[in-house]
């Protein structure tokens, strides 16, 4: 499998050091802007990631500016550039997945979170995920199959040979609510089973008996990166729109969050043993 780049980290992390070489020099985004002759926006657009496309003229200019003469970062800055031109896989999607997580997902090397109502799309059957969107009434099959199709791909990044660390807090109510039918949960709830014995894979239920804990605020995922100039991102969606955290203080908030549940949660050897106990129970 070839490997997979995300365009949205590629241009956060150009974005990030140009950002980095500025503030060294003490210079604001209008100084710089003026220096160089452009338009006195350019520099924070391109810091920003307003402007999406940077040219290799930009961007030379601009790391002359800042005086970057190491050849390897300079090379290694004009590809973040390039990669983050290209659109990834999930742009045939982008109708459908506007949040544009896959496209941090697909670099992620850890991913944690916790999911209070569903099980994780990323670890859902295609039956289960079907019944998830036809709750909806208003789409189309037409719609249906294309969401069906843009989550199993999304689910490749399991399959790699590297794949990504896959921390799993999973709530008692999204096991115990049954979508579809019975048939289709106890599928479900089997593949939890088995994907939990991969190595790079911990799940945790979180039980009713737990009471109030502290990821009672609702789901959540947080994205960290293999490479030290990507910091780590944390994503929360609503019914109308997605917020994606960045903020140091915001992070290691989401962070907390996410230890705290984890300590209220049981460890995975009893959260097998307890999802195997609701397969039981909706076989009888």
């Known amino acids: 499998m070839q490997p997979t780049y995300s365009p949205s980290v590629r241009r956060r992390r150009l974005n990030a050091q140009l950002r980095k070489y500025r503030e060294a020099r ?12 452009w338009q006195q926006t350019k520099v924070s657009k391109i810091e920003t990631g307003e402007r999406k496309k940077v040219t290799p003229e930009d961007l030379d200019a601009l790391l002359n500016y800042y005086k970057v003469d190491d050849p390897e970062m300079r090379a290694s800055l004009h590809e973040c550039a390039r990669l983050g031109n290209q659109r990834g896989w999930w742009s045939k999607y982008r109708d459908l997945l506007p949040s544009g997580l896959p496209d941090f997902e697909a670099e992620a090397s850890v991913i944690k979170t916790y999911e209070c109502q569903v099980i994780p799309g990323l670890l859902q059957t295609p039956a289960y995920a079907e019944a998830i969107f036809r709750a909806n009434l208003v789409r189309s099959d037409e719609e249906i199959a294309k969401r069906l199709e843009g989550r199993m791909k999304r689910q490749e990044i399991l399959n790699r040979v590297d794949p990504p660390e896959y921390w799993v807090i999973v709530d008692e109510a999204a096991l115990r609510r049954v979508v579809g039918s019975r048939g289709v949960m106890v599928q479900q709830l089997r593949h939890l089973t088995h994907m939990a014995a991969r190595h790079n894979i911990n799940i945790s239920v979180l039980p009713f008996e737990e009471g109030a804990h502290p990821a009672t605020v609702g789901s959540f995922v947080i994205m960290e990166f293999p490479d030290p100039m990507d910091a780590s991102i944390g994503h929360v969606e609503t019914p109308t729109s997605s ?5 140091d203080h915001e992070l290691a908030q989401l962070n907390t969050i996410f230890a ?15 999802i195997n106990d609701v397969i039981q129970a909706l076989e009888e």
Do not use: D, I, N
């Open 260 to 274: 705290g549940a984890q300590g209220s949660a049981l460890s995975p050897a009893r959260s097998l043993a307890f």
């Open 243 to 247: 917020l994606y955290v960045e903020e």
């Open 26 to 37: 003490g210079e604001t985004t209008a100084v710089v802007a003026k220096k160089l002759g």
